[in-house]
């Protein structure tokens, strides 16, 4: 049984996002969409599900025709413009919780988990790494709402203990983006997959990705496909995959792929760190989304 259709209920605007953006999207009853809080597999889904569309094309820029809808930059119109000249069926990203994003009871959502301090590991990188015009272009462009994003703490640790106790500082909260899509998982447009199920079985995942999507693939196309969602080949492609083609960090669009790995966090965070988030996503998700975020079971 399904619950009624969510609605938007708020506009979120911070450093990174407008929410705004969402309310003139002109969606078409085959968009795909792309969720998660943030480095949680998001590129990588995107990738996958620009594979799928393209049935394996080498040359798929994903990182440009796959925009970050409610990123502050470049200007709205700038992407709903580039989007509605699309012919291909679309594939947009978004980092906003449910209650703030205009959905469509057509289009298809696909919200991808990640364990918490996986996410946190990841972001971490991303946020040490980020270059002069990374800060430029979210600190400085018109518009900004709230504080602007300084530097990172130099200690991972204290940096996830800002995370944890002030709810996904310096971005935006965690346990509300979560929660949200949790709570609309059973509607028949959404689907929830996990980091950890992608790396344990990817071409199971794929195909139940496909399936889901009504994308018919040629199995003698599958190895093709498989190899492109391949971390070395994003990797090695990182230009063709990294938002803004990587321009925004020191070392340019391979620094944005990193490991791909989980559980960097077990040798570095404290006994007393460790059960602190897990008391944390108990308290804020509830047993059943916990374990799903933790493990990916469903």
């Known amino acids: ?21 969402w309310n003139d999207f002109r969606f078409r009853d085959d968009d795909i969409i792309v969720a ?14 620009g594979q799928l569309v393209f049935h394996g094309q080498a040359d798929v820029p994903i990182h ?5 809808v409610d990123l502050r930059v470049p200007p709205a119109e700038v992407k709903l413009a580039a989007l509605e000249a699309q012919t291909h069926r679309r594939i947009v990203k978004t980092h906003l919780p449910v209650d703030a994003l205009t959905m469509s009871p057509k289009a298809k959502y696909i919200y991808i988990g990640r364990d918490g301090r996986d996410v946190l590991f990841s972001f971490y990188h991303h946020h040490q790494n980020a270059n002069d015009l990374w800060y430029e ?30 709810d ?7 346990w509300d983006n979560i929660s949200s899509w949790w709570a609309i998982r059973d509607q028949p447009n959404v689907r929830l997959i996990h980091f ?3 790396k344990a079985d990817l071409e199971g995942e794929m195909r ?17 496909i498989l190899e492109h969602c391949s971390f070395d080949y994003m990797k090695a492609h ?40 897990e008391a944390k996503a108990l308290e804020k998700l509830g047993p059943d989304c916990a374990r799903w975020l933790a493990t990916g079971d469903l």
Not at 147 to 166: A, C, H, M, Q, S
Not at 169 to 174: G, K, L, M
Not at 209 to 214: C, H, P, Q, S, V
Not at 251 to 267: C, E, I, S
């Open 1 to 21: 049984m399904t619950g009624a259709a969510p609605r938007k209920t708020r506009e979120l605007q911070n450093h990174h996002m407008d929410s705004r953006v």
């Open 36 to 49: 998660t809080y943030a480095k949680s597999g998001t590129t990588w889904t995107q990738q996958i599900i």
């Open 64 to 68: 440009d025709i796959s925009p970050w």
């Open 137 to 166: 272009l979210l600190n400085e462009t018109p518009g900004l709402v709230g504080p602007k994003i300084g530097r990172p703490d130099p200690d991972v640790r204290r940096y996830f203990d800002t995370w944890l106790e002030n």
């Open 168 to 174: 996904g500082a310096p971005i935006w909260s965690f």
């Open 196 to 198: 950890a199920n992608l």
């Open 208 to 224: 139940a990705i496909a399936d889901y999507l009504g994308i018919g693939i040629a199995e003698s196309a599958w190895p093709t």
């Open 238 to 277: 990182a230009d063709m995959v990294a938002p803004l083609g990587g321009a925004v960090f020191d070392g340019g669009a391979g620094t944005f792929m990193n490991k791909g790995v989980n559980g960097r966090w077990k040798d570095v965070l404290s006994p007393a760190q460790v059960a602190a988030y």
